[in-house]
Antibody, heavy 120, light 108 residues
């Protein structure tokens, strides 16, 4: 079975950084990319970026360029999302999602989400 | 970036009825890479349809995706109480991938 298990909730001060992990299992890690999506309280879904499981290539939403870094660790089949210089409007649920079984990049298998709260 | 506009914003229907949800793109979506997600309160999104008419694993055949270019539709036939959720479309043809603002489906 395919599983994506994310790290636990975080509370951060404005200006700090957060690193969310997404530990994957049940498939060949390097065969699929992972998308990161966030959702502010009561709001819609927002695409942050994508990372290839094969070679670590990345795509980022312009909004987050320079503040977010997606990385991977093939030895532990784990993806990471690092968001810097946090602001109060970064308070959101952050999700990782693996690409579809047929190779499409769309997120078919999702983690449970990680709540990041930014507050002074 | 491609802007996706979903309509209606809220849809209220009875069990057994048919729901038609629309997603219109500001420009043509490459390869018709358009997906539909269902999100129930407190849960992660669930992929229903992608590419734009392929059902994801476990998606009931009551859910049908159609369309091409800039206009796409999710049709849910024979509504059931558990279909109550917010539905999002997403395009993944051109970076940045973008989501629509969502349609809230209420089952009376």
């Amino acid at each position: 079975q395919i599983h994506l298990v994310q790290s636990g909730a975080e509370v951060k001060r404005p200006g700090a950084s957060v690193k969310v992990s997404c530990n994957t299992s049940g498939y060949t890690f390097t065969n699929y990319g992972v998308t990161w999506v966030r959702q502010a309280p009561g709001q819609g879904l927002e695409w942050m970026g994508w990372i290839s499981g094969y070679n670590g290539d990345t795509k980022y939403a312009q909004k987050f360029q320079g503040r977010v870094t997606l990385t991977r660790d093939t030895s532990t089949s784990t993806m990471y999302m690092d968001l810097r210089n946090l602001r109060s409007d970064d308070t959101a649920m952050y999700y990782c999602a693996r690409g579809a079984d047929n190779g499409d990049y769309v997120g078919e298998y999702w983690g449970q989400g990680t709540l990041v709260t930014v507050s002074s | 970036e491609i802007v996706l506009t979903q309509s209606p914003g809220i849809l209220s229907l009875s069990p057994g009825e048919r729901a038609t949800l629309s997603c219109r793109a500001s420009q043509r979506i490459a390869n018709n890479f358009l997906a539909w997600f269902q999100q129930r309160p407190g849960q992660a999104p669930r992929l229903l349809i992608f590419g734009p008419s392929r059902r994801a694993t476990g998606t009931p055949d009551r859910f049908t995706g159609s369309g091409s270019g800039t206009d796409f539709t999710l049709t849910i036939s024979r509504l059931e109480p558990e279909d109550s959720a917010v539905y999002y479309c997403q395009q993944y043809g051109d970076s940045p991938w973008t989501f629509g603002q969502g349609t809230k489906l209420e089952i009376k």
